[in-house]
């Protein structure tokens, strides 16, 4: 359903497209977080552009990870000892775009999703820690929509400008935006990456 393009809608003044991105400077592909397997850049930082789109992430990952640093400080340190463990092994083995992308991102996160016009159905997100927290902001011009953190019983009002953070593996939660524009980043830690690293939970 993340991709489908049922779930997504156009742009009504044509400013933004309808997708979704996921970016990371280290993460495993899809079906290779098994032993044997390496991370990889993620396919958007490649080449010259991806430079560009890790520089202008700078400011939202330090934003996301002073807010972490408060909400959730032991999260916030194994999710920069992880990215350090990461640019370590990366320069050990001579990975020079992966080491580049690592010295440049400054969010503890190692992934972020860049989600426009999606309506998300109810859903948990399996391959994020169980005790971590993601971090969700979204911007743009849409009608008042509500983050419903259906197990829990919370609805909260998700204007533009808000952030939100909960345990998306363990919250089942959903919103509906059908009409305006509306960009989600959603920060997030793969387990896979803290376990590759040996990071502690």
Not at 109 to 126: L, M, Q, T
Request: hydrophobic content about 40%; overall charge positive; some cysteine.
């Amino acid at each position: 359903w993340r991709t489908n393009r049922s779930n997504f809608h156009t742009s009504p003044d044509g400013m933004v497209t309808p997708g979704c991105i996921n970016i990371s400077p280290a993460w495993f592909q899809q079906g290779r977080e098994v032993h044997g397997f390496s991370p990889e850049v993620s396919a958007a930082l490649k080449g010259d552009a991806g430079r560009n789109i890790t520089m202008s992430l700078q400011r939202s990952g330090i934003i996301v990870s002073a807010a972490l640093r408060v909400m959730h400080p032991d999260l916030y340190w194994a999710g920069m000892e992880t990215q350090v463990r990461l640019g370590k092994w990366a320069a050990r083995y001579e990975l020079d775009e992966m080491h580049y992308h690592l010295q440049r991102w400054t969010s503890v996160f190692n992934v972020v999703s860049i989600i426009c016009n999606r309506w998300s159905p109810p859903h948990r997100d399996p391959k994020c820690r169980p005790a971590a927290f993601d971090i969700m902001t979204t911007a743009g011009r849409y009608h008042p929509v509500v983050m419903d953190f259906m197990n829990l019983g919370i609805k909260f009002l998700y204007n533009s400008g808000s952030m939100l953070a909960s345990s998306c593996r363990l919250v089942r939660h959903y919103m509906n935006v059908e009409e305006g524009n509306r960009i989600v980043t959603a920060w997030y830690m793969r387990d896979s990456i803290h376990n590759f690293v040996g990071t502690p939970s």
